[in-house]
């Protein structure tokens, strides 16, 4: 709500096993009096998992696709984040307690990097998180409809996403008052 000055927040989280899903048959154009149409049936070709960060101030998202998305994936992406941020700035970030955050060798990491803050959301109330938003964006425009031949291919269509994405950023503003949320 109100950080620290010479600070840098950001809204961390991964989307994992999104899947590069091929349809057996092209879906049927639409036309007037029909939606367009896809098949139910798919081919499977391989998962990804997106690591992001949403920066609160200025609205940017920070993205990485990763095979998996363990402890190791996790240190790297917190280097890449450390890599972005400019030195002397407080870094903060708001994730969930997934394991892989507080596991012993990211523990032992941040300890070297005391600049880095972690702040967990509570257990249950990941939805608190803002980079959610924009991986319910990225699923509505991006990945329902779409179809891809492989991970490569997935891989590349969330990159541009991003790329656009970040091209015009606008933080996100919570205009619900707490008591009408609760």
Avoid at 166 to 172: M, T, V
Wanted: hydrophobic share 35%; charged share 25%.
């Amino acid at each position: 709500m109100n950080p620290p000055e010479k600070a840098v927040v950001f809204c961390m989280n991964e989307k994992t096993q999104i899947q590069a899903l091929d349809r057996t048959q092209p879906g049927l154009p639409m036309k007037k009096g029909r939606c367009g149409t896809m098949t139910h049936d798919y081919k499977r070709n391989g998962t990804t998992s997106l690591f992001a960060a949403l920066n609160l101030l200025e609205g940017t998202v920070i993205g990485e696709c990763n095979p998996r998305h363990r402890h190791q994936e996790f240190l790297k992406f917190l280097c890449r984040l450390e890599r972005e941020v400019p030195q002397g700035v407080a870094l903060h970030l708001i994730l969930d307690n997934y394991g892989t955050h507080k596991h012993t060798d990211v523990k032992k990491w941040l300890e070297k990097l005391p600049w880095f803050k972690l702040h967990f959301t509570p257990t249950s109330s990941s939805w608190l998180n803002l980079v959610k938003r924009v991986f319910g964006e990225l699923t509505q425009k991006q990945l329902r409809r779409g179809v891809f031949h492989s991970v490569p291919e997935l891989i590349d269509t969330i990159d541009q996403y991003l790329n656009v994405y970040n091209e015009g950023p606008k933080p996100f503003v919570c205009t619900a008052k707490v008591e009408d949320i609760l």
